[in-house]
């Protein structure tokens, strides 16, 4: 018969998963408790005009669990654009998976685009704020972010037969044009949701034709050898 493992906590077959301890739990739960009421207190201002002491008092627990998480609030919100934005990379992604055409692009583009801004308006509201935040780290890491989307965008463009022949240098400049356009319809939908909401379709309808307008437009695009 097969003797026991001798090395603790490695799965044999035999023994059922372990559960995450409760203080593993506790530690994401705290974690969590900090970003949302974070979130919250940014509703109506900007990240450097939040405390330390504020967000532990909003979340409920004591000043100290913040700088087991946290150095400073500037790591705080940094974790919050890396949230945003990771899941967004990825609906992007799946809506130009098997495209082939700028006008498929175009409208799954924004289709996802806007469904993800309704899903997590707080985290919109907080990156249209901090794009031009006090906080050089958070606005450090939301033009990294922007980067890194028009770069992965860029990648996409290069599969269309009509950009598929173009220097990498063209490609980002398109890329980051569309990105651009992305970031103001990310900003007029919000101003929308709040204020006008019937506005939003036409907004909606309006960024679809801008997206072509570049897309098209990049037909008659001679880039230079």
Do not use: C
Request: glycine share 4%.
């Amino acid at each position: 018969m097969a003797s026991p493992s001798r090395f603790p906590g490695r799965d044999t077959g035999d023994d059922p998963p372990r559960r995450p301890s409760g203080r593993r739990v506790d530690k994401a739960a705290t974690r969590r408790a900090l970003l949302d009421a974070t979130l919250t207190l940014l509703a109506d201002r900007s990240l450097d005009n939040v405390g330390i002491r504020e967000v532990t008092r909003a979340a409920g627990v004591a000043p100290a669990a913040f700088y087991r998480h946290f150095e400073r609030i500037d790591d705080l919100g940094v974790v919050l654009v890396d949230e945003v934005f990771s899941t967004l990379r990825q609906l992007m992604r799946d809506a130009r998976d098997d495209v082939v055409t700028a006008d498929d692009i175009a409208h799954r583009s924004v289709t996802a685009l806007v469904r993800h801004i309704h899903d997590h308006r707080t985290h919109y509201r907080f990156l249209v704020r901090e794009q031009y935040s006090a906080l050089s780290g958070v606005r450090t890491a939301i033009r990294t972010e922007l980067r890194l989307f028009a770069t992965e965008l860029a990648t996409d463009l290069a599969r269309l037969p009509v950009t598929s022949q173009w220097p990498l240098r063209d490609l980002v400049m398109l890329a980051d044009l569309i990105v651009d356009l992305m970031v103001r319809t990310a900003q007029r939908i919000l101003e929308a949701i709040d204020e006008a909401p019937e506005r939003e379709a036409v907004l909606i309808e309006e960024t679809v034709r801008q997206l072509r307008f570049l897309t098209i437009g990049a037909t008659a695009w001679k880039p230079r050898t």
